[in-house]
């Protein structure tokens, strides 16, 4: 991809991530996740990339591993699955307290009006209807790779947020019954060969304060494991809708998830949802992710206020879930 690398090389050396707005290179913050942001830079000439900074790799090996299992799960989701993805590149340097290195990876930046949790916001019945069709559908190819082989297992983050709906266009919000979708979440390369992770799930922890790491390296296997389960993967997408304030549309998205299942792939014999299945599911989620970015707030004041150090990570502001 063309980007300047020069100027994301300026911006890591001179960023706040308390208020990564006001540093001295200008951003946008485009969008935000539970762990990282995604933003472009206001003065680059080439407006079209977004970044995602990764703080938390320790050394260049660390480093070029998971650009190539990044590299190799963007391949793979487009070239064997049929799941198209963005154009994608990378660039890392030291932080500057010399503590980490920085993985930024680089994407085309899409229309934001197309993002799916955008998208739900301004379709009907039948076009939200269509929609979790075709993500669905997406999903099924990657169950059905995973079912006919053993050696390679790929799992996927499928919440709403993490696809576009190709050509979108708010002013005629239809969904077509052939619309493509192109996934956007690639930063974690979800796959395994042989058992084996070809990411090091164990780095993302460092994102988390240091009091919760032993007890949250307990539960790591079981966290990853979630995203290589077709149900647990869907149950999260339905339970998404709670998150994006639609707690009236999940009836009907529990309606078509679970037609999908005892009929396109009634072959993977996977159990039907109930809505008190997803209601306690997401009142569990979210008390998890208020308590784990509160105790991250009070790690960061601790780490710039009193110890007078850099603190790595961006933090989302407050969520409404």
Not at 2 to 19: C, G, I, P, R, S
Not at 157 to 180: H, K, M, R, Y
Not at 287 to 297: K, P, S
Request: neutral net charge.
């Amino acid at each position: 991809m063309n980007f300047n690398k020069d100027l994301l090389a300026e911006f890591e050396a001179t960023l706040d991530t308390v208020h990564p707005e006001k540093g001295k290179i200008p951003i946008k913050i485009l969008g935000y996740g539970e762990i990282s942001i995604v933003f472009e830079i206001v003065d680059d000439e080439n407006t079209n990339v977004a970044y995602k900074r990764l703080p938390v790799f320790d050394t260049e090996e660390q480093v070029t591993s998971h650009v190539a299992a990044y590299m190799e799960y963007n391949r793979m989701l487009k070239e064997d699955l049929g799941i198209d993805v963005p154009p994608t590149d990378t660039a890392w340097f030291p932080s500057r307290d010399g503590k980490a290195i920085v993985l930024y990876c680089v994407q085309e930046k899409l229309p934001p009006a197309t993002m799916g949790n955008k998208v739900i916001h301004q379709i009907d019945a039948a076009g939200l209807e269509q929609l979790v069709r075709l993500v669905m559908s997406a999903l099924q190819r990657i169950w059905a790779f995973n079912k006919q082989q053993a050696i390679i297992q790929v799992g996927i983050d499928g919440q709403v947020s993490n696809w576009s709906l190709v050509g979108f266009d708010p002013e005629a919000p239809n969904v077509a019954i052939d619309a493509n979708l192109m996934y956007i979440d690639t930063t974690t390369p979800m796959y395994r060969v042989n058992g084996k992770e070809a990411m090091d799930p164990k780095l993302f922890l460092k994102s988390a304060p240091g009091i919760l790491r032993k007890s949250l390296m307990g539960m790591l296997n079981e966290v990853v494991d979630r995203y290589y389960d077709w149900r647990l993967v869907a149950n999260d997408f339905i339970a998404n809708f709670y998150k994006e304030q639609m707690p009236d549309v999940v009836p009907a998205v529990i309606a078509v998830v679970n037609a999908f299942f005892s009929t396109d792939a009634a072959e993977f014999g996977i159990k039907s949802f109930s809505i008190d299945e997803i209601k306690a599911y997401y009142k569990h989620d979210k008390q998890i992710w208020t308590v784990f970015q509160a105790l991250r707030r009070a790690d960061r004041f601790v780490t710039t206020k009193l110890r007078r150090r850099m603190y790595n990570f961006y933090l989302p502001g407050k969520i409404k879930r």
